[in-house]
């Protein structure tokens, strides 16, 4: 079977379709919809490795909650680290312009 085999594309359109009906019952978010088209692309990618191995389904679908799992937990930490660096970088911004206001308070008085 060749990676472009009819049997194999479409079969690899189903699972997106359904990976695509799960990451639809999540919040909307950037993230996970870049996460969907990482999986869609991989899926189609490797499509013909999956339908050769669809005898190990059950065993994948776990593999796969678990990924999906992981990398959503992933892009959440992340968006907190960046949510706490913007807000580190707010507060020392207000300070630069403090010290700058000071500066020119200082040296307008010579």
Same mark, same amino acid.
């Given at each position: ?10 079969? !690899? ?15 909307? !978010? ?15 990618? =490797? =499509?013909?490795?999956?339908?050769? !191995? ?27 680290? =960046? ?7 707010? $507060?020392?911004? $207000? ?16």
């Amino acid at each position: 079977m060749t990676d472009f085999s009819p049997p194999a594309t479409e079969y !690899a359109h189903k699972i997106i379709g359904s990976l695509k009906s799960f990451f639809e019952g999540l919040p909307p !978010a950037i993230a996970y919809t870049r996460i969907f088209e990482k999986y869609r692309e991989y899926i189609l990618n =490797r =499509r013909s490795a999956i339908y050769e !191995a669809t005898e190990y389904l059950p065993i994948l679908a776990t593999i796969l909650v678990i990924l999906v799992e992981r990398d959503l937990h992933h892009a959440s930490e992340l968006t907190k680290m =960046r949510n706490q660096h913007r807000v580190e970088l707010k $507060k020392i911004r $207000k300070e630069m312009d403090q010290l700058r206001r000071d500066i020119k308070h200082l040296t307008s008085h010579d």
